[in-house]
């Protein structure tokens, strides 16, 4: 972080790396009267952020996926006319507006390739805290489902994509740091790989695996000695996953060719189905941001013990938003896409590996009113605009200037 920044500006960035780091843990840790660590630290980072910005007096110019997903989030917000659950509705805006509040204060405050590079190694040294709690739980026998693990507060499958997405970042983390952030991420790695197989979640596997396309990238690109080291490092961490992760994980794991085919991936095929025939009556407007469920009561009833959302986050957009929600923010995705496709180098990479196992991940889940979602959109359209370190020698510390920048009078 460059010393030049203004104290506000400092303790804004500080305040925003805990919010990312707490991102993977933020439901093993509930504060009595404050809810979960998440909601404090990302309180704390809006109040910080939203304070530096108006003492210094500088905004910098949103880019234009910036734009789409703010018409996204008003779109989302001009469903709650005609919504089927005013309730949910309601929510569903409450919580867009600060996710999207938490991205454009990551514009704010990640300048240089040095905050972009923070903010992901505290996403990744984050996940190490359910990782651990999750074998943990798996050594004291603490199944969350039916031989399945996973760190308090989380669903399996949820777990699975969070710890995923973080694959790319390590790597990238690990062939351009230092030598202890280096050794951090692959330890990581390795427990984040174990635990990933702990969950049994078959989309988790196959998220993992796209996001270890990354890893491929470096390995075609590395000095001959670098190939031979990784291939065994890549045949140890097999074996100990071999030897780690029980039977029933694997033989879980087996059965997703199996499912796609002749099953109906635990009943989501019938959520999907129910969906499409709500958003049948209402097709270019939805049924309202965040009203699956109440949309889909006639088909799958109200369950006491579980909440029927659509377990697709493409669908749930767009039988939520209609049409017309659904085709901002795909425009915003694609806007995503071009943004990490023009970028440089490894970062290019990394950037399209978290893109596609963030989509094959969210096929399976709805996360679109997730933080990590948030956090990842968010930190590459940070990344992609982010400048070298100001080599100059620090003076009293000020504003950053920025371009371009809206000075507030």
């Known amino acids: 972080m460059n010393p030049n920044r203004s104290l506000f500006a400092r303790f804004a960035f500080i305040t925003m790396w805990m919010f990312v780091f707490s991102l993977s843990c933020e439901k093993i840790i509930e504060l009595p009267g404050l809810g979960s660590l998440g909601r404090l630290t990302g309180a704390l980072a809006m109040g910080a952020g939203l304070v530096a910005v108006l003492v210094e007096r500088r905004f910098r110019i949103p880019s234009p996926a910036h734009i789409a997903l703010m018409l996204v989030v008003l779109w989302s917000s001009i469903t709650y006319r005609w919504t089927v659950s005013p309730v949910a509705t309601e929510e569903r805006i409450a919580t867009y507006a600060q996710l999207l509040l938490i991205v454009v204060l990551i514009w704010q405050l990640c300048l240089e390739l040095t905050d972009a590079r923070l903010l992901m ?7 190490l805290v359910p990782a651990l709690d999750t074998f943990r739980r798996y050594l004291t026998a603490q199944e969350t489902f039916y031989q399945r693990y996973a760190t308090a507060g989380f669903d399996p499958n949820d777990l699975a994509l969070t710890l995923a997405l973080s694959i790319p970042m390590s790597l990238y983390l690990a062939v351009s740091s230092g030598p202890l952030l280096t050794w951090c991420c692959r330890l990581q790695l390795l427990a984040v790989v174990a635990t990933i197989f702990l969950t049994a979640s078959r989309s988790g596997t196959v998220a993992m695996a796209a996001a270890f396309t ?22 140890v961490m097999a074996c100990i996953m071999i030897a780690a992760v029980p039977a029933s994980s694997w033989m879980r794991i ?9 099953g109906t991936l635990n009943s989501r095929t019938v959520l999907w189905g129910a969906g499409v025939r ?19 009561a006639s088909v799958v009833g109200r369950p006491q013990t ?9 669908l749930s957009l767009l039988v939520e938003t209609g049409f017309i929600g659904f085709s901002l ?3 915003f995705f694609a806007m995503l896409l071009w943004t990490a496709a023009r970028m440089q180098g490894q970062s290019r990479w990394m950037w399209l590996a978290c893109l596609l196992a963030w989509t094959i991940g969210v096929s399976a889940l709805t996360w679109e009113n997730r ?11 940070a990344h992609s605009a982010a400048r070298a370190p100001a080599l100059a020698t620090p003076r009293k510390p000020q504003a950053l200037p920025m371009t371009p920048v809206w000075r507030m009078s």
């Open 278 to 296: 709500a958003l049948g009556d209402v097709p270019l407007q939805g049924v309202g941001a965040g009203a699956y469920p109440d949309a889909i």
């Open 121 to 127: 190694a505290a996403y990744v040294l984050g996940t």
């Open 306 to 314: 579980w909440t029927p959302v659509a377990h697709n986050t493409f």
């Open 214 to 235: 990354f890893a491929a990238v470096l390995w075609h690109g590395a000095p001959r000695k670098q190939k031979m080291l990784s291939a065994i490092a890549a045949g």
């Open 254 to 262: 087996a059965t997703l060719g199996s499912e796609v085919k002749e």
């Open 371 to 381: 933080k990590p979602t948030w956090m990842i959109f968010g930190l590459l359209l």
């Open 329 to 331: 923010f795909m425009a």
